[in-house]
T-cell receptor, first 113, second 116 residues
Framework: DGGITQSPKYLFRKEGQNVTLSCEQNLNHDAMYWYRQDPGQGLRLIYYSQIVNDFQKGDIAEGYSVSREKKESFPLTVTSAQKNPTAFYLC????????????FGPGTRLTVL | AQTVTQSQPEMSVQEAETVTLSCTYDTSESDYYLFWYKQPPSRQMILVIRQEAYKQQNATENRFSVNFQKAAKSFSLKISDSQLGDAAMYFCAYRARGSGTYKYIFGTGTRLKVLA
């Protein structure tokens, strides 16, 4: 079955440590996205990538980094520079056809201890 | 900058009744797309309905329909014959049309409760 997988579902990190969240898709989509979801704030864009080896900062990129070495994969690293990393993180992908919607993964809940 | 506003943090509806969720947006673009997404307790985001701004006809998907008022920049979602499974967070989203425009703008969401 085609879809987007995110792992792990729950992640715990000690303060000051970097952590990488995985996002893989087998939908052959070109564009991929990372969002952060906090209560009462909806979805905020962290980074997005339109093609392999290219990505752009979203609205809240500080303290995060990404790579796009393969079409299927778009991992997000939450660095120690991110001041409030505890949140729910959603990965999404999209085909290049304009009117198409994004497809979302199941999300990762990151908790900083 | 484009913005999306959902002014109802929470709504309730009786099972089998109809409810309307509000969404307004601000943009200087003339061509764009609007979406409603549903996020149930599992937190998996699911597309409910999509509207292309150049189409005057309101989109409909089974029990879900929209009231798209382009001049007023309003995009409300109507759920008819509400079911218990409709209980979820609903997010309104906007995306400008055009090559290279991949960024989506989301509202803050409306939590819908369905009462048995």
């Amino acid at each position: 079955d085609g879809g987007i997988t995110q792992s792990p579902k729950y992640l715990f990190r000690k303060e000051g440590q970097n952590v990488t969240l995985s996002c893989e898709q087998n939908l052959n989509h070109d564009a991929m996205y990372w969002y952060r979801q906090d209560p009462g704030q909806g979805l905020r864009l962290i980074y997005y990538s339109q093609i392999v080896n290219d990505f752009q900062k979203g609205d809240i990129a500080e303290g995060y980094s990404v790579s796009r070495e393969k079409k299927e994969s778009f991992p997000l690293t939450v660095t120690s520079a991110q001041k409030n990393p505890t949140a729910f993180y959603l990965c999404a992908s999209k085909v290049t056809i304009s009117y198409n919607e994004q497809f979302f993964g199941p999300g990762t809940r990151l908790t900083v201890l | 900058a484009q913005t999306v506003t959902q002014s109802q943090p929470e709504m309730s509806v009786q099972e089998a009744e109809t409810v309307t969720l509000s969404c307004t947006y601000d943009t200087s673009e003339s061509d764009y797309y609007l979406f409603w997404y549903k996020q149930p307790p599992s937190r998996q985001m699911i597309l409910v309905i999509r509207q292309e701004a150049y189409k005057q006809q309101n989109a409909t998907e089974n029990r879900f329909s929209v009231n798209f008022q382009k001049a007023a920049k309003s995009f409300s979602l109507k759920i008819s014959d509400s079911q218990l499974g409709d209980a979820a967070m609903y997010f309104c989203a906007y995306r400008a049309r055009g090559s290279g425009t991949y960024k989506y703008i989301f509202g803050t969401g409306t939590r819908l409760k369905v009462l048995a």
